[in-house]
């Protein structure tokens, strides 16, 4: 058990001493130090360096004085194990070199065992919980947003492939996702049996489907991915990209924590997630650029709605953004463990 559990304590909602924080994407770009090991090396190549990629998901908890480290890695690095052929364009993202769009496809896709695939990323990890004094996140993409890479063949706009596939193949769009929870749910357990204390499931895309889309083609296999980690002991956090509308099924879906963007206020988020989840979120990463005492009023808006609740993991709503200053990052880390947990504030905003 780390040094500082505060942030296992409340996705467990239990009471901590300070509310926990910590940022998605916490590693990366905004930092001198990131930029010159990628003076060095690509991002696929980091994470197949498990000392190099172990000093990359270190440096931020060293730097920032965050709850929690999450291991430096990309959601296509187990994808890329399975045989599927793509690249990490800069400013792009994940471009796939052939498609997905037949079941053959499909059933070429390998297995994957991380021991014997990625037995750097096992490495990294073992790296790291010999010296964290906080917990280290582990984590994969969910389904949905794997699959819409594979067959939309990188970023869209519309997932346009993806919706066809949904409603024109469903066997093929059953066979794909099938395959890929099962990877999601296998990875994310023998993440945890190499030492990570908690793992999150990325759905940068999922905000795209409507709730009757969504119960249908991706909630099924969400449940069977939460299924798999609840049998070992670490919590799991269930975040999602423009998914309000979505709140209420996600909350169905078994797991600990579920994250919440910036697009709507955090209380009412959980409200319709429910008492029985930890929420996770949400400042809007944007506000980082802005005035001191601004930003730190939009913190304390947060503190504010979520106070005397137990199980809120300070967040941002999505990751951070390249060009962010780490000294705003540093600021928000300050008034969220300036703040008394066990107080219950008198909320400022009304329904």
Sequence with gaps: MPKNDRLLRAARRQPVDRIPVWFMRQA??????????????????????????????????????????????DIMVPVEAMGVRLEIREGTGPVIEQPIRSLNQV?????LVAAES??????????????????????????????????????????????????????????????????????????????????????????????????????????RIAARVATTDAPLIHFGVGTGHLLASMAQIGGDVVGVDWREPIDQAWDRIGPDRAVQGNLDPVALFAPAEALEAEVRDILART?????????????????????????????????????????????
């Design 118 to 223: 990625l037995p750097h990323v096992l490495e990294t990890i073992r790296l790291l919980v010999r010296d964290l004094e906080v917990p280290l996140i582990g984590f994969a993409g969910a389904p949905f947003t794997l699959a819409s890479y594979l067959v939309e063949g990188g970023p869209s706009r519309n997932y346009v492939k993806v919706k066809q596939m949904m409603h024109g193949a469903p066997e093929v769009w059953d066979a794909l996702i099938s395959r890929l929870s099962a990877m999601v749910g296998d990875y994310l357990v023998e993440q945890v049996q190499a030492g990570c204390q908690a793992v999150q499931v990325f759905d940068s895309w999922v905000g795209q489907l409507s709730v009757r889309d969504y119960q249908r083609f991706v909630q099924p296999y969400m449940d």
């Design 307 to 351: 106070a005397g609740r137990p199980g809120h993991i300070f967040n941002l709503g999505h990751g951070v953004l390249p060009e962010t200053p780490m000294d705003a990052l540093k600021r928000v880390v300050d008034v969220v463990h300036s703040g008394d947990p066990a107080r219950t504030w008198k909320r400022v905003i009304k329904h």
């Design 28 to 73: 990366g770009r905004y930092q001198p130090e990131y930029r010159q090991i990628r003076k060095q090396y690509t991002l696929m190549e980091i994470c197949r360096h498990p000392d190099v990629c172990a000093e990359v998901t270190h440096m931020p908890v060293r730097q920032l004085g965050v709850d929690a480290a999450i291991l430096f890695s």
């Design 107 to 111: 059933e070429a896709l390998r297995p």
